[in-house]
């Protein structure tokens, strides 16, 4: 398994994201990380950005793996929380780019804590 530390923006940092937005976002990441054959170890989030520790087979390709990451999530949300559908700017949550991390240098242990301690979400 190969690990990999993302990171999302909103579109615009634009989106005031609560704790129940990110509970709706854990649960659509771990659904996307399962269909694929990887595991979200981590998950966390700030007001307008997430952060996501991902184990993750080989044979699939970061990119898709994100694309796929950020539409469900991006549906999902729109779904449960309509009170975001306001914020969205042509239906799009998520900021085009992204950060993506492979974690080698240091321990899994380490960035774990790290995404922990990422929360200012009220």
């Known amino acids: 398994m190969l690990h990999a530390h993302l990171v999302f923006i909103a579109k615009y940092r634009k989106m005031k994201f609560n704790s129940a937005h990110l509970e709706t976002m854990k649960y659509a990441f771990q659904i996307v990380c399962n269909s694929f054959g990887a595991q979200l170890v981590e998950f966390n989030g700030g007001i307008d950005h997430v952060h996501l520790l991902v184990n ?16 469900v999530s991006s549906r999902r949300l729109r779904e449960k ?7 969205y700017r042509k239906h799009a949550l998520w900021s085009p780019s ?7 240098g240091v321990t899994i242990d380490i960035v774990k804590k790290y ?6 979400a009220p």
């Open 98 to 104: 992204y950060f993506a991390g492979a974690c080698g």
């Open 81 to 87: 929380h309509s009170e975001l559908n306001r914020s």
């Open 115 to 120: 995404i922990e301690k990422e929360q200012d």
């Open 56 to 71: 993750y087979p080989p044979t699939a390709a970061v990119a898709k793996l994100v694309n796929s990451l950020k539409g």
